[in-house]
């Protein structure tokens, strides 16, 4: 079982900034694809950006350009820098880590979820 604990939620006005963080409590991070979903009010979960063990990412459109994934596998976390924020960035955004291990089996495992509000 692996713990994700983020922080870094909050209020912030359009075109403002945020940092979202999440720990992870597994001694294998750096084998996990660690990735942002988020979901806000009446929407589904949504893939924001991911990060494989390789460093490389992927984001869904509505975000390239002004949100960056990043990794840092000596201390286990993994962050999500947003600038240039809107009112429709406004979601609970979830840390998630997920692998296959050498037989196909998938291992998944969520955050609590972290409050972001774009508004002025």
């Known amino acids: 079982q692996v713990q994700l604990v983020e922080s870094g939620g909050g209020l912030v006005q359009p075109g403002g900034s945020l940092r979202l963080s999440c720990a992870a409590s597994t001694s294998i991070f750096s084998i996990y694809v660690m990735g942002w979903y988020r979901q806000a009010p009446g929407k589904q979960r949504e893939l924001v950006a991911a990060?494989?063990?390789?460093?490389?990412?992927n984001y869904v459109d509505s975000v390239k350009g002004r949100f960056t994934i990043s990794r840092d596998n000596a201390k286990k976390t993994v962050a999500l820098q947003m600038n240039s924020l809107k009112p429709e960035d406004t979601a609970v955004y979830y840390c998630?880590?997920?692998?296959?291990?050498?037989?196909?089996?998938?291992?998944?495992?969520w955050g609590q979820g972290t409050q972001g509000t774009v508004s002025s």
């Open positions: 998630n880590a997920n692998r296959l291990d050498t037989v196909g089996r998938k291992y998944n495992y």
């Open positions: 990060i494989r063990s390789g460093g490389s990412t």
